[in-house]
């Protein structure tokens, strides 16, 4: 059985985006005071939305697979490479943190007409640009310490899907009850006015 869209290419991916770029806009992350936020743990959102969105596809690829309506192995699981892995969540970070955006939202803010966003979007293309330039060299560092092929949490902790899907939605209501309360203790979460300075 195919979803609908599924062999469209290009219209599919077009809707995606658009609909994506739409949850994250009204979410107020085309802004990266909302988007810094988090670090400050002033404003839970992008927890809350991100943590939201990997439960939905998590739990929804599950029942998929159960209901027989896509097959088991039809959800690409990318191999880890640890060191670039952790490198890569470094810098990402560190970008995060510095920039208030990451490469979706500073797409939503250049849409919505930010600045900031343009000059974040500009610096990632310069810094991919890079990467792709020096990336020959760095091969034994990129697939260094590489994982088992496809390795996913039931595999390696040898435990039912169902049972990560459970503890996954324990850590989410565990993260938004924490979160909710850091927002109460350091006066967010940040309001539309806020976003919207």
Not at 87 to 113: D, E, K, N, R
Request: aromatic share 14%; hydrophobic share 55%.
């Amino acid at each position: 059985m195919n979803m609908p869209l599924y062999d469209i290419g290009v219209a599919s991916g077009l809707l995606s985006g658009i609909l994506f770029g739409y949850v994250l806009e009204a979410a107020g992350f085309g802004s990266a005071r909302k988007l810094t936020g988090q670090f400050s743990l002033k404003d839970w959102a992008v927890f809350k939305v991100m943590f939201t969105a990997v439960l939905v596809a998590a739990v929804g690829l599950y029942l998929l697979r159960l209901g027989g309506m896509i097959a088991d192995n039809s959800v690409f699981v990318p191999t880890l490479f640890f060191w670039a892995i952790a490198a890569g969540g470094v810098l990402i970070g560190t970008g995060f943190a510095m920039g208030g955006y990451c490469p979706g939202t500073s797409a939503v803010g250049i849409a919505a007409g930010r600045i900031d966003a343009l000059v974040f979007a500009v610096g990632m293309i310069v810094g991919t640009s890079v990467f792709a330039w020096v990336f020959e060299p760095l091969q034994g560092f990129y697939f260094a310490a590489k994982g088992p092929d496809a390795q996913r949490l039931p595999d390696l902790f040898g435990i039912p899907e169902w049972v990560v899907l459970g503890l996954l939605i324990v850590i989410a209501i565990a993260g938004f009850l924490l979160g909710s309360k850091l927002e109460r203790a350091r006066g967010g979460p940040f309001t539309a006015e806020d976003v919207n300075a």
